[in-house]
C-alpha cells in the first residue's frame, strides 16, 4: 500500500523480554518519527529521523528504549527488558521533510501488551 | 501545566447540533497547528492545518488566537460520523516539526 505500514499490528510478551516493532514510511519520506500513546492520553514524542542527519532521540523514556532507521527508510523501535508500564500503542509517522509545513501520516501502530 | 491542554469530554450532542472544543497551549513560540481525528482504536489522522488567523473546510471552522495562546474546532451540522476523539495539536518548529499532542477531547454524536 501506499501509507505507513507497521508491524506487528499486536505484540504480547512477557515482562523482561525484549522486543522489536517495525515501521516502514511511505516511500520519498526522509523524516519519521515514532511516538507512544498510553490509553487515554496523547500522544508522546519518543524519536526522530531525518535523512542521514543524527536523530533527535529527547523523547526516548529510557536506556531500555532505542532506535535505528537503516538505509533512510525502515526504521525498528527495541525495547529491552519490557516493563508493564512500556503497554502502549507505539505509533509512526512519516512526512516528505522535517521542516516547514510538510504532514505527519501515521500508521495503524503496534499495540503492545507487557504481562 | 501540560504543554497542550483540551477538555476531555465527552461531549454527546445531536445530530444537526453545533458544538466546539477549544485548546490551549503554553509555547508562545509555536508556529503552526493542527486539528487530527482519531477513531477508536485506529492512528490519528489530519483534520485541518490552523496556520494563521483560521480557517474553514466545509462544516469545520478552525480559530487560532496567538494573543490568548488557544486554539478552537468548531463542527456544524454534526454527523453521526463526526464520532471520534479531535487531538489539538501545535508544531514548535525546532528545527523540525516537533509535533505536541494534546490527550484529546471525545465527541459522540447521537441520533
Known amino acids: 500500500g501506499a501509507g505507513v505500514s507497521q508491524s506487528p499490528s499486536n505484540k504480547v510478551t512477557e515482562k523482561g523480554k525484549d522486543v522489536e516493532l517495525r515501521c516502514d514510511p511511505i516511500?520519498?519520506?526522509?523524516?519519521l518519527y515514532w511516538y507512544r500513546q498510553s490509553l487515554g492520553q496523547g500522544l508522546e514524542f519518543l524519536i526522530y529521523?531525518?535523512?542521514?542527519?543524527?536523530?533527535?532521540k529527547s523523547g526516548l523514556p529510557s536506556d531500555r528504549f532505542s532506535a535505528e532507521r537503516t538505509g533512510g527508510s525502515v526504521s525498528t523501535l527495541t525495547i529491552q527488558r519490557t516493563q508493564q508500564e512500556d503497554s502502549a500503542v507505539y505509533l509512526c509517522?512519516?512526512?516528505?521533510?522535517?521542516?516547514?509545513?510538510?504532514?505527519?501520516?501515521f500508521g495503524a501502530g503496534t499495540r503492545l501488551s507487557v504481562l | 501545566r501540560k504543554e497542550v491542554e483540551q477538555d476531555p469530554g465527552p461531549f454527546n450532542v445531536p445530530e444537526g447540533a453545533t458544538v466546539a472544543f477549544n485548546c490551549t497551549y503554553s509555547n508562545s513560540a509555536s508556529q503552526s497547528f493542527f486539528w487530527y481525528r482519531q477513531d477508536c482504536r485506529k492512528e490519528p489522522k489530519l483534520l485541518m492545518s490552523?496556520?494563521?488567523s483560521g480557517n474553514e473546510d466545509g462544516r469545520f471552522t478552525a480559530q487560532l488566537n496567538r494573543a490568548s495562546q488557544y486554539i478552537s474546532l468548531l463542527i456544524r451540522d454534526s454527523k453521526l460520523s463526526d464520532s471520534a476523539t479531535y487531538l489539538c495539536v501545535v508544531n514548535e518548529l525546532r528545527g523540525y516539526n516537533k509535533l505536541i499532542f494534546g490527550a484529546g477531547t471525545r465527541l459522540a454524536v447521537h441520533p
Open positions: 516511500s520519498g519520506h526522509t523524516a
Open positions: 509517522a512519516s512526512s516528505l521533510g522535517g521542516g516547514g509545513k510538510n504532514i505527519q501520516y
Open positions: 490552523v496556520y494563521s
Open positions: 529521523f531525518q535523512g542521514n542527519s543524527a536523530p533527535d
